[in-house]
């Protein structure tokens, strides 16, 4: 039995309440401009939120004890996406003279916050180091309001003390009749090498036989199915999702121009009963006709044959997920 170590989910009423006083505020503030932009997606932690761009982690929302009853919301973001981002169209040299060099940092990197200028500039930054894979989850997890995390990792225990955290792109709830299932997707493009290749073997494991490898990312969806499926999981991922419902439910509350799809509110609020979907999704984007007619439609049989559920469509901008599961179910 593994020790299940990191499946803490949702805010605080402190945390929220921090928060709400920002939202509250007549002044504009970072937190206001946040919720009003459509570039951006929130996902719940345990404590604290991520904000994402094009897929990335870019933001991170943590929050600082100011008393017993108080916290103070606060702000942390990786130092490269504070380059300003019309440095892209300028000399990327910087001149030396022996001594110093010859800038002015205010000049290439954002230092403050100024409201209505830096969150755009960020998100522009942030475009720059976003690739096809993360772009393609951020267009679809931004048309599917039933998405409720992205970039998932659980930290457990196993047996021999080793942490493994299997990691998946998307979470979704799927309606049913007799109440919402929650699903995980992996998301690759066509071009990835996890389709195609074969997987690593694992320290220990010689080229003999006894240890045949699969395709790599049979392997992978495997072993997050192992996972999601284990009943010991299952307690654990409920009770997480339910309050990253209600933690969303609390945002959303929190500015007019950030909806709330209505299956996270009757999750939230106990009206419809959650459970985990057994099976884990494969979507895959990036690829033109030609490639969808040629050898993509043979791995993709090929993937099926070995278990796998696929969902392909050339344009990721073009996947409506919880229907498209729904369908393919």
Known sequence: ??????????????????????????????????????????????????????????????????????????????????????????DPYISFDGRAFDLDPTAIVNTQFKSRLTLPQLIKTAARFAGAEKSGVHKIARKEPKVVDLEIAFTRATDNGDLSAPRMDLAVLIPGAGGTE???????????????????????????????????????????????QNKDNEKGLIDAYVKVCRTLVEIGSQSATRTVDDLVKQVADGRSRLSIHPHVYLLIYGFDRDQRDGRLAKRQKELRDQGLKIIAKGNPGEFQLANDILRAN
């Open 182 to 228: 929650l699903a995980f997707c992996e998301a690759k493009c066509a071009d990835n090498g996890e389709l195609w290749n074969l997987e690593k073997r694992g320290k220990g494991e010689s080229n003999a036989a006894s240890f045949p490898r699969s395709t790599a990312v049979v392997a992978q969806i495997k072993k997050y199915e192992q996972f999601i």
């Open 1 to 90: 039995m593994s020790d299940l170590t990191s499946f803490k989910r949702g805010l605080s009423r402190q945390q929220i309440a921090g928060l709400k006083q920002l939202s509250d505020s007549s002044t504009d503030n970072w937190w206001k401009e946040l919720l009003e932009t459509n570039d951006l997606l929130l996902a719940v932690r345990g404590g604290y939120l991520n904000a994402y761009i094009k897929g990335q982690s870019v933001l991170r929302i943590g929050f600082e004890k100011k008393a017993v009853e108080v916290v103070q919301p606060r702000l942390a973001i990786h130092y490269k996406y504070l380059v300003k981002p019309e440095l892209e169209n300028k």
